[in-house]
């Protein structure tokens, strides 16, 4: 674990609590979000998305199926009388399926007006990466529009790869 003295490092988010972003307050502006991203895992890759799009992290809780859905859309919740879909992350990226357990997270995020669940294996913390280190994806043409990879953000021990969330939830 780092030093509490490491400037890039923001507090950690749990599961039980909303992330604290503004999004519903609009307490927060731009720019206190500004080069912020949520990290979480997937198997044995640590990702991050933009602190902007997530409205709360909550626990796994029950799914209801739809059916005729794609493959890693798991379903819908209800969540405080509105009903979300919900995305497993993991099926998504193509890797196995693997049973929740008590770190598994549903991030909520908004984009597009449309509120929607990411399930992902564990939510980490909130990471300051500034725009100079982050090497945004410079793969061809026809794979830049299927990717959903905004970039690899360089921390001070590690690399985090950063989604691109509208694409993500898009294609």
Request: proline share 5%; glycine share 6%; aromatic share 8%.
């Amino acid at each position: 674990m780092e030093s509490l003295q490491n400037p890039q490092r923001e507090t950690p988010l749990s599961p039980q609590s909303p992330a604290n972003t503004g999004f519903d307050s609009g307490i927060a502006s731009e720019d206190t979000m500004k080069d912020k991203f949520l990290t979480f895992w997937i198997a044995e890759e640590e990702y991050g998305m933009g602190i902007e799009y997530v409205t709360e992290i909550i626990g796994v809780q029950k799914i209801t199926k739809v059916p005729d859905m794609p493959h890693f859309i798991k379903g819908v919740i209800n969540l405080r009388g509105r009903v979300i879909p919900v995305v497993d992350v993991r099926t998504r990226f193509g890797l196995s399926e693997r049973e929740y357990d008590e770190r598994t997270c549903i991030v909520v995020i908004h984009v597009n007006d449309q509120a929607t669940g990411m399930i992902v294996d564990r939510v980490n913390e909130v990471l300051n990466i500034p725009q100079d280190q982050i090497e945004f994806s410079h793969s061809s043409d026809i794979n830049k529009e299927r990717s959903f990879i905004l970039g690899i953000g360089k921390t001070e021990d590690s690399v985090k790869i950063l989604l691109d969330v509208e694409k993500f939830m898009t294609h």
